[in-house]
Structures are given as structure tokens and as C-alpha cells.
């Protein structure tokens, strides 16, 4: 079945300056690849997401690339702000049989003011 | 996307009691599903409950121990069996609106004594 890792486990970055997520995944008939920001005590927010037949999509300060060959995808936050501070998870899914999503193992960004 | 509640909120238990926890969404959906979160931990999916049959169950979760119903579009339950220590966790529901992506629940916070 599918594998989805995720790094860093845990980020810090001065606010302003970027943030970088990277995940890998196992499986090559996966083509959806979702994104989601949770904060403490809340439920996994959708943030952006981005299947296989594109390489790049941004949503204002958020991006998110994949490299289908290599298998791996990565989340961009620029300009990073105190409210950015949250785990986010990567994960992974067959999108087109509506089937279970699997997520990485989490990267808890904090945001130094 | 959709509006998703759960009950309850929170609840402790004593071991070797069950717990049912209830998932309503505002809209039909045809794929609901079930995520256990432990503490500090990513989000483990337990089972796809599927409306007119018996929920699918990922590897190292079974039906005696959580059954689940699915009696229409709208709503679902997960029931925690014969509860120990270890099974204090977060549990939340998702569904999938059709848009071949998923919305979470708020979650329900289980801890057993």
C-alpha cells in the first residue's frame, strides 16, 4: 500500500522568511496529493491541494510542487506569518476511486516573531 | 465543501465500557470516513463507512472493536468497544462532498481511565 513521509518532523523559521515541506510517496498510481494545516486543538483544514496532471499551483502565499518521476511533492509557505505556526501534513490519494487518503507523518512549523 | 459535526465533543470513560460517537453532515455525501489521531501523532485511518453495508476496515482495525453504521447519506456512528487506556486518542470523521478531496469533523476526544 501507499507510504507517505514527511520532512522536517519540526520547522522553525523568522517570520518573513520561507518555509519549506517535503513528502515522498510510495505508490505511483496515486495522483492526488492534498495538504492540510491543523492547529491546536482544531480539526485538519485543507489548505491546498494538487493532483497529478499539474506541477505547480499557488494560492497567495502557499505553494505546492510535485515531481511525479522522483515521486516527491513539496508544500512552499513565502512571507510567513505568526498564524502559520500549526502542523501540517502532506498526504496522498487515488483521487479518481474516491479511495482512503493516507498522511504523512506531520511538520510542526513554528513562526519566531 | 461541507458542514460535519460530531458527538461528542469530548468524553472520558471508564475501561472495558464502549463509547458511540455520531458524525452529521449537512449535505449527502457518499464517502464518510473514520480517522483515530493519538496524541501528537498524524491521522490513522480506521475504516470507510460505506451507506447500505459493512464498513471497509484498514489493516489492525476490526469490527468487533469498532463497528460502525452508516444507516443513510447524512450521518454515520463509530463506536469505541470495550475500551483500555490505549485508545485514548481523537477521533474524527471525514466525508468526500464529491469533490474527490475530504473535510474533517471537529473531532471527538476520548480519554479512558
Known amino acids: 500500500g501507499e507510504n507517505v513521509e514527511q520532512h522536517p518532523s519540526t520547522l522553525s523559521v523568522q517570520e518573513g522568511d520561507s518555509a519549506v515541506i517535503k513528502c515522498t510517496y510510495s505508490d505511483s498510481a496515486s495522483n492526488y496529493f492534498p495538504w492540510y494545516k491543523q492547529e491546536l486543538g482544531k480539526r485538519p483544514q485543507l489548505i491546498i491541494d494538487?493532483?497529478?496532471?499539474?506541477g505547480e499551483k499557488k494560492d497567495q502565499r502557499i505553494a505546492v510542487t510535485l515531481n511525479k518521476t522522483a515521486k516527491h511533492f513539496s508544500l512552499h509557505i513565502t512571507e510567513t506569518q505568526p498564524e502559520d505556526s500549526a502542523v501540517y501534513f502532506c498526504a496522498a490519494s487515488m483521487y479518481s476511486s474516491a479511495s482512503k487518503i493516507i498522511f504523512g507523518s506531520g511538520t510542526r512549523l513554528s513562526i519566531r516573531p | 465543501s461541507a458542514v460535519i459535526s460530531q458527538k461528542p465533543s469530548r468524553d472520558i470513560c471508564q475501561r472495558g465500557t464502549s463509547l458511540t460517537i455520531q458524525c452529521q453532515v449537512d449535505?449527502?455525501?457518499?464517502?464518510m470516513f473514520w480517522y483515530r489521531q493519538q496524541p501528537g501523532q498524524s491521522l490513522t485511518l480506521i475504516a470507510t463507512a460505506n451507506q447500505g453495508s459493512e464498513a471497509t476496515y484498514e489493516s489492525g482495525f476490526v469490527i468487533d472493536k469498532f463497528p460502525i453504521s452508516r444507516p443513510n447519506l447524512t450521518f454515520s456512528t463509530l463506536t469505541v468497544s470495550n475500551m483500555s487506556p490505549e485508545d485514548s486518542s481523537i477521533y474524527l470523521c471525514?466525508?468526500?462532498?464529491?469533490?474527490?478531496?475530504?473535510?474533517f469533523g471537529p473531532g471527538t476526544r476520548l480519554t479512558v481511565l
Open positions: 449535505s449527502q455525501v457518499t464517502m
Open positions: 494538487i493532483r497529478s496532471n499539474v
Open positions: 471525514s466525508v468526500d462532498p464529491g469533490q474527490d478531496t475530504q473535510y
